[in-house]
């Protein structure tokens, strides 16, 4: 499996040295890779190759029980089986004491002529004071035909400023720490649960091991390791404990 790689948040190595082994790991055993039309071809990759399913997207679950999953519209689905493929503390009753801490990051995007970052590197900031800590430049073909790059900055520091103090801040920070003069800026989202703590880190599953209880499994980066391979083992691993369930029922 190719190690989607690109942005790693500091901290997340800091509170784990096995999770800093493994992100070494991955880098040292295959390609590094972001997909060509964004991370979002994952999804729409896995969705392509189902046949027999309807998908409900925009659409917030307020709880699930053994049988049922009840949406935040009232509306209630009849179910055999349940896979939560988030945290799910908050959906099923008497599991709020298993809540999962995060970490939060803002993620700003730009364009830009000025590529200070050789191919395919991340750059990190060292500097204390300084709010940024990592840039990547991205080849991304709307932005090539145009003759600039994608900048793609990481902050992880808190801190109190509005969305146009930040910008402002971050904008001052690339001038004077990576040289870049012209910068445009294009987005900026707040990620409230950008990566989860994980205590310890582990890097695979057991089927069973996804059940919490009564046909309910569990799936996500938050059962294994911050990272997008974790989330797709977890859920393949909740998916073949649904198998051997059914299994030993007939
Ligand atoms: C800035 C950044 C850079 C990253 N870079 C990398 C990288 O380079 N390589 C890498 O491997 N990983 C990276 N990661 C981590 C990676 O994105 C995550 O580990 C991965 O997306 C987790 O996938 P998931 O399916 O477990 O959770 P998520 O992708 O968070 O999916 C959970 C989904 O559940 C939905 N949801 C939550 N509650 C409800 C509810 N009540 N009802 C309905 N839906 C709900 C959410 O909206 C969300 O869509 C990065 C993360 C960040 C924030």
């Known amino acids: ?7 790693f948040l500091e901290d997340e190595l800091k509170t ?22 964004g991370i979002s071809t994952l999804p729409k990759h896995l969705a392509g190759q189902l046949k027999n399913t309807e998908i409900i997207l925009n659409t917030s679950v307020k709880e699930v029980k053994s049988d049922t999953i009840l949406l935040e519209n009232n509306k209630t689905i009849k179910t ?10 908050d959906l099923i009753s008497n599991l709020k004491s298993q809540k999962t801490s995060w970490h939060s990051c803002d993620n700003l995007y730009f364009l830009t002529a000025e590529k200070k970052v050789g191919a395919n590197f991340i750059g990190l900031l060292p500097q204390k004071d300084a709010l940024i800590n990592n840039i990547v430049f991205i080849d991304e073909r709307k932005a090539r035909q145009e003759g600039r790059y994608l900048l793609s900055v990481t902050v992880i520091k808190k801190h109190n400023l509005n969305q146009e103090e930040l910008i402002k801040r971050i904008k001052k920070e690339l001038k004077s720490y990576v040289g870049i003069q012209e910068l ?32 309910i499994f569990l799936a996500g980066d938050q059962m294994l390791n911050a990272s997008v391979n974790a989330a797709m083992l977890s859920g393949e691993r909740a998916a073949m404990g649904i198998i051997e369930l059914e299994n030993l029922n007939h």
Do not use: C, W
């Open 184 to 215: 445009e800026f294009l987005t900026h989202f707040y990620i409230l649960k950008a990566l989860p703590i994980v205590q310890p880190v582990e890097y695979d599953i057991m089927p069973s091991e996804t059940l919490l209880k009564n046909g």
């Open 1 to 7: 499996m190719p190690f989607f790689g690109g942005i």
């Open 16 to 37: 784990s040295s096995r999770m800093f082994e493994f992100i070494y790991k991955m880098f040292s055993e295959g390609k590094v890779s972001i997909p060509k039309n």
């Open 80 to 89: 055999d089986y349940t896979i939560i493929a988030t945290e799910a503390s």
